[in-house]
């Protein structure tokens, strides 16, 4: 059993800057693509960015150019560096660990328990 913890998140005003961890127990981490999901108030979960075991990304179009993820995993951890924030980013993120096509399509084996992330002046 994999267990994902969430940190980061808050309160942050347009323009600023926030980084998510995600960390995971247990020894295979890097085997799992993991991925960032958000969902906002009365909208659909949605995909942020997913990462590979071998590292390969990919991100919404929404964020491309402002969000990276990356992982570490000597440290069992995956990050989302998000950049230029906007009102808009306001959701509550979840990171999610699984196969490859599982952290791009939202089936992941695992999910962490959700953070908030709010963008305002």
């Known amino acids: 059993q994999v267990q994902l913890v969430q940190s980061g998140g808050g309160l942050v005003q347009p323009g600023g800057s926030l980084r998510l961890s995600c960390a995971a127990s247990g020894s295979i981490f890097s085997r799992y693509a993991m991925g960032w999901y958000r969902q906002a108030p009365g909208k659909q979960r949605e995909l942020v960015a997913a990462i590979t075991s071998g590292g390969t990304t990919n991100y919404a179009d929404s964020v491309k150019g402002r969000f990276t993820i990356s992982r570490d995993n000597a440290k069992n951890t995956v990050y989302l560096q998000m950049n230029s924030l906007k009102p808009e980013d306001t959701a509550v993120y979840y990171c999610?660990?699984?196969?490859?096509?599982?952290?791009?399509?939202?089936?992941?084996?695992?999910w962490g328990q959700g953070t908030q992330v709010t963008v305002s002046s």
């Open positions: 999610c660990g699984g196969s490859d096509y599982g952290a791009r399509s939202g089936r992941c084996d695992y």
